[in-house]
């Protein structure tokens, strides 16, 4: 019986052959190797030596083995404590409600040089619901590091006996008052239980909102002193009122009163059902209470474009 006979690969064709054998194998150890360092997974850069270089087990645990971010926090049981955003690890985010995804974004952001100065900062969160912010926002603690230096002129705990920023003022009288819509600095020093700090606070505060229309506003004010309100008289003034038909996002959020999930609400009821005429169209809204609403309406107009 005759031996099959196989045609002869040309010396070139079989050269090409084993090159293109060798190039594919190169090609896999590569994708192999890469992929097992994290050099093809989400982390690279600055950031994945960040977020590589940190050792608590529930940061590591963020981690798959090919280098991407497993939902651990899906199941897991919610433990609402005080945090600071700015410093706390990663077990206590989880520990929050936080996704995964959502603790790498807040590394992220720290590595980047972010600072959470106040607590409206971290309703920003990406994928953080108002429901989730308004569960989480009485446990945020922001360190006095982190807050805006304007804060801490004048400490609030230095009233006027120990204020040595100012001269030394005359207290009032009992049944003496000030116009706390028109009343300057130095009026209000005179007010018994408030120094330096507080007539600032004071003083801001007023220009954030537009006027005073209560004297009950004033407790919207950090530790302000209870005992100098028989002091202040209010003559509901809005000097300022805003126009929710015409201003930006970044504009309404401004207000003290209107937090970035309630001006993303507005912007877009407008996109889709056109201006406002009236507060209560605000019911529409699910991002406001009618508590929100009734501090809110003194201070809104309603011109459409």
């Known amino acids: 019986m005759k031996k099959p006979r196989f045609l002869p690969v040309p010396r070139l064709d079989r050269l090409g052959m084993i090159l293109l054998t060798v190039a594919f194998l190169a090609l896999l150890f590569t994708i192999c190797y890469l992929g097992k360092n994290g050099v093809f997974g989400n982390n690279s850069g600055t950031d994945s030596v960040h977020w590589q270089s940190q050792r608590s087990p529930a940061y590591a645990n963020l981690r798959g083995n090919t280098g991407g971010y497993n939902d651990v926090g899906r199941t897991r049981a919610v433990h609402l404590q005080p945090f600071d955003p700015n410093t706390a690890d990663a077990a206590t985010l989880l520990s929050l409600g936080l996704r995964p995804w959502q603790v790498k974004a807040i590394y992220h952001y720290r590595a980047a040089g972010g600072v959470y100065s106040r607590k409206e900062d971290f309703a920003r969160l990406y994928g953080l619901t108002l429901k989730q912010y308004r569960q989480l926002e009485p446990y945020i603690r922001i360190a006095a590091d982190y807050q805006p230096a304007a804060n801490f002129v004048s400490s609030p705990a230095r009233h006027e006996q120990h204020d040595t920023t100012m001269p030394r003022q005359t207290k009032m009288r009992t049944g003496d008052v000030v116009q706390l819509n028109h009343a300057d600095s130095a009026e209000l020093l005179s007010v ?80 889709t059902r056109g201006a406002f005429k009236s507060a209560s169209e605000l019911r529409m809204l699910h991002s406001f209470t009618d508590a929100d609403i009734q501090r809110l309406t003194p201070y809104l107009s309603f011109e459409e474009n």
């Open 192 to 271: 018994p239980g408030i120094g330096s700090y507080f007539a600032s606070a004071i003083v801001r505060y007023r220009n954030e909102l537009g006027g005073f229309v209560s004297a009950g506003q004033l407790s919207e004010i950090q530790n302000f002193p209870a005992r100098a309100l028989p002091y202040i008289k209010v003559q509901p003034e809005v000097f300022r009122k805003i126009d929710i038909n015409k201003l930006t996002l970044q504009q309404l959020k401004r207000h003290p009163y209107i937090n970035f999930y309630q001006a993303r609400d507005i912007v877009e009821r407008r996109r």
